[in-house]
């Protein structure tokens, strides 16, 4: 392979298909063998995986560089909402002028073998207060309540694990979705106030 080369034009349109989620172009990239392997839905799922777990937002392809031994490395950014920038590579291996894909794959500076994860750490919830400080809504979890008795929740809303409709909202913005949250009134309109941003380590 040489630069300007039919495998890095293939490595440049995986990662720009990768920026905009095509799928189904990256999946295009790849050889029959790997295609038949990973059929479009698994390949797609290990992809929406990956940036679940490192709670990525954006996807900025970079530059390329070798080749070395049919394997063209590849500069790539994930943007995350809680881990800031991760750059790094990904190695890219050709077969035939088409991409010979694995799993590790999926986010830069795998090897082959591993998948991204994280640990998080999750701050406790903070209260809802009136105006006069009154405490409309405090405690942790499913188990908050109010002095005011259970008129508040009208108002409050409630904290619970969410559902399959909110739990995709409450994932993007880099919450685990297993674990309660604010899913009604006040507690899901100002869910990020209260909730705070998990810290933690990526895996």
Do not use: C
Request: no cysteine; charged share 25%; net charge negative.
């Amino acid at each position: 392979m040489a630069a300007g080369s039919a495998e890095e034009d293939a490595a440049n349109r995986f990662l720009d298909a990768w920026a905009d989620q095509d799928f189904a172009a990256m999946h295009e990239e790849l050889t029959s063998s790997a295609q038949q392997q990973f059929p479009l839905e698994q390949f797609a799922a290990a992809y929406q995986e990956a940036q679940s777990a490192s709670t990525a937002n954006a996807i900025d392809p970079g530059d390329a560089s070798g080749p070395n031994n049919d394997v063209m490395e590849m500069e790539v950014g994930i943007r995350t909402e809680i881990f800031g920038l991760v750059e790094g590579v990904i190695q890219i291996p050709f077969e035939d002028e088409k991409i010979a894909w694995t799993p590790h794959l999926t986010f830069p500076n795998l090897e082959s073998g591993e998948r991204v994860g994280r640990r998080l750490t999750l701050g406790e919830r903070a209260p809802i207060l009136a105006k006069d400080g009154v405490p409309l809504a405090g405690g942790q979890g499913a188990s908050r309540d109010s002095r005011l008795g259970s008129a508040a929740i009208d108002v409050t809303g409630t904290v619970e694990t969410p559902g399959p409709e909110l739990r995709p909202e409450v994932e993007a913005s880099g919450y685990p979705g297993d674990q309660d949250t604010g899913v009604s009134g006040l507690e899901l309109a100002f869910n990020s106030r209260l909730a705070g941003k998990p810290g933690g380590e990526l895996l």
